[in-house]
């Protein structure tokens, strides 16, 4: 945008709504510890809500990051019964972590087992047949991070599923499933495109934030 940052400069900030964006995004991401150092550090008297909660996703989360995925799935149906069963994709995706845990670890025969008993229902629909032969495919390799399904490896799929799992349970569990600090960045993204349409420069999120 070719806005003078000088302008920004004229519109004040309620410290109490930066001390909030901050405490969404500690919240959302589970950085406990930062938190509590964060709410000490600014002097507040309140308690952190939802504390307990927050314990639990982040020993989840940790568990499915680290490609613990069945100990991630026992402690999701542990601590939030029906959350799975009610999303289908999310399910499909955490599972497929659970196998190519079993794939990885060389037991193929509990492999094999693990897709039959729980794949099967999700065999009868069209849009996870691809996603179920990629997953099998692993089984052809003896070493399957080298097979061209590869990706599905990747701690970058542990991490979107996490991120998705992360979502859901905050959303079973009532709260925001997105942190205000996301919301202010899309909405302001969204924004300023508009503004591009009328004429002005294009948006660049990485430009703004160097001003």
Excluded at 31 to 43: K, N, Q, Y
Aim: net charge negative.
């Amino acid at each position: 945008m070719d806005t003078d940052k000088r302008e920004y400069e004229k519109v004040a900030v309620n410290e109490g709504d930066i001390h909030k964006i901050v405490q969404s995004y500690l919240m959302y991401n589970c950085f406990i510890d930062t938190l509590e150092s964060f709410v000490a550090c600014i002097g507040s008297k309140k308690s952190i809500d939802n504390m307990e909660d927050m314990k639990k996703r982040k020993e989840i989360l940790h568990f499915a990051l680290e490609g613990n995925a069945s100990k991630a799935i026992e402690l999701t149906n542990e601590y939030m019964p029906g959350l799975l069963e009610g999303n289908k994709d999310l399910h499909f995706d955490i599972l497929s972590l659970q196998f190519i845990e079993l794939v990885c670890s060389k037991r193929v025969d509990e492999a094999l087992g693990f897709a039959h008993l729980k794949f099967f229902p999700f065999g009868k629909e069209e849009k996870y047949v691809k996603k179920l032969e990629d997953l099998m495919a692993l089984l052809a390799y003896v070493e399957p991070e080298k097979s061209p399904m590869f990706h599905l490896l990747s701690p970058e799929l542990r991490q979107e599923v996490a991120e998705n799992l992360n979502r859901a349970i905050l959303e079973h569990n009532k709260h925001p499933s997105y942190s205000t600090m996301e919301r202010l960045i899309q909405q302001m993204t969204v924004a300023s495109q508009e503004l591009c349409k009328d004429g002005h420069q294009p948006f660049s999120l990485k430009d703004f934030m160097k001003m």
